[in-house]
């Protein structure tokens, strides 16, 4: 996964903590996008981004915010946590919205308890 | 009805064994991309393929286009080929939609 940096790799956050998750990459993609993992539900698409200052919702984008002012970087918020996103958090880029190859980071493992 | 439909859900299998796994998708799409994710790990590339089959070591997928279904093999299976393995093709709208993946386990 060289290439695509995500931090944290594990949070615990009380209900109603915020924090952001960081995902940065250097290999100059257009598109970002953030998605979580719940056991049995596969990979859910929450937000992305096809450049800078773009972004749109995906398929569970409630109770998070991203923001794209650079390239390189695509942060997801979580402005009150709610145990219900407790769940394993995947950065992912790919070369543009047409390419199917994409790029995972490590992933973040969140609790909210 | 899932727009990706991997299948089976779960396999175990004995060391040695020959193993595949499906992918079935409603979706057109120009490529198809098999993953691989080992417990507690991140999310590698395995393939990606748009037609006939591809090898790398002891893996080899294969995708029928006209039938919009795709498989991954694996042979001479070993206990570190235990993992989930994911395949996703590109939606309409260019996201990625993914399978719920295929948890193996190779027993020794």
């Known amino acids: 996964n060289a290439g695509v940096t995500q931090t944290p790799k594990f949070q615990v956050l009380k209900t109603g903590q915020s924090m952001t998750l960081q995902c940065a990459q250097d290999m100059n993609h257009e598109y970002m996008s953030w998605y979580r993992q719940d056991p049995g539900m596969g990979l859910r698409l929450i937000h992305y981004?096809?450049?800078?200052?773009?972004?749109d919702q995906g398929e569970v984008p409630n109770g998070y915010n991203v923001s794209r002012s650079t390239t390189e970087d695509f942060p997801l918020r979580l402005l009150s946590a709610a145990p219900s996103q407790t769940s394993v958090y995947f950065c992912?880029?790919?070369?543009?919205?047409?390419?199917?190859?994409?790029?995972f980071g490590q992933g973040t493992r969140l609790t909210v308890v | 009805k899932n727009e990706v439909e991997q299948s089976p859900q779960n396999l175990t299998a004995q060391e040695g064994e020959f193993i595949t796994i499906n992918c079935s998708y409603s979706?057109?799409?120009?490529?198809l991309h098999w993953l691989q994710q080992h417990p507690g790990g991140g999310i590698v590339s395995l393939f990606m393929?748009?037609?006939g089959k591809k090898k790398h070591g002891r893996l080899i997928a294969t995708i029928n286009i006209q039938e919009k279904h795709s498989s991954l093999h694996i042979t001479a299976s070993h206990p570190r080929d235990s993992a989930v393995y994911i395949c996703a093709v590109l939606g309409s709208q260019g996201n990625l939609i993914f399978g719920k993946g295929t948890k193996l386990s190779v027993k020794p």
């Open positions: 981004s096809v450049g800078a200052g773009i972004t």
């Open positions: 979706v057109g799409i120009s490529a």
């Open positions: 992912a880029i790919k070369g543009s919205l047409s390419n199917t190859e994409a790029f």
């Open positions: 393929l748009s037609s």
